[in-house]
């Protein structure tokens, strides 16, 4: 493993390495940290709670046992991504199930107990998550972790193994896609209230 260092990823690092020392809390630590984006990007992958929880489930399990393949090429965020994308994928592939539409997450934006909810806003987000669910898996994951999840481009191509052009590629058809399936939602009222990073999808297809 490379030296820990004073970067954002060095608790990480030093978490893992207790965890392969034998401290029986800190991987728990680790996944404390990053749950919640591990968890919505199983969610945005497969559209499906059940779903998503059994391969955040089987994907953290495999980070457990197999911590001690982690040579430190990539930032432990990305290592625990890329784990999460394959369960999910591998799911899909076993499965062969089309994904249904999803409630969205806990973070999510139509609790009907906040004022701030409308009709409108509940459609938009309806709309959104099955234009991904319409996507193609590669086109749909790469959407999900650079303009869902904020990955940069450099960062997807390291969790996804795949060269940072067909990042780009991907997410190019993916945003051209969603452009045409949600271009109705332009003159929605409620628009500008949908999960950040998706409303551009109404308005343009552009590379990353």
Request: aromatic share 2%; net charge negative.
């Amino acid at each position: 493993m490379s030296e820990e260092g004073d970067g954002p990823d060095a608790p990480d690092r030093s978490l893992l390495a207790a965890h392969l020392a034998g401290d029986p809390d800190a991987f728990g630590r680790i996944v404390a940290r990053h749950r919640d984006r591990l968890w919505a990007v199983a969610l945005r992958t497969l559209g499906d709670r059940e779903e998503a929880a059994d391969a955040l489930q089987d994907a953290l399990l495999s980070a457990y046992r197999a911590a001690g393949s982690y040579r430190g090429e990539a930032q432990v965020t990305t290592w625990l991504h890329r784990i999460v994308v394959n369960a999910c994928l591998d799911r899909v592939r076993r499965r062969q199930a089309r994904p249904t539409v999803p409630l969205l997450d806990e973070a999510g934006r139509t609790d009907p107990s906040d004022p701030r909810d409308s009709l409108a806003e509940r459609e938009t987000a309806l709309d959104i998550e099955q234009a991904l669910a319409a996507l193609a898996h590669d086109q749909r994951v790469a959407i999900v972790l650079v303009d869902l999840q904020g990955l940069s481009v450099e960062e997807a191509a390291a969790v996804l193994d795949v060269p940072v052009g067909t990042v780009k590629s991907r997410c190019s058809r993916g945003r051209a896609r969603l452009a045409l399936s949600l271009g109705h939602l332009r003159n929605r009222p409620g628009t500008a209230a949908v999960p950040p990073g998706t409303g551009r999808f109404a308005r343009e297809g552009g590379d990353a």
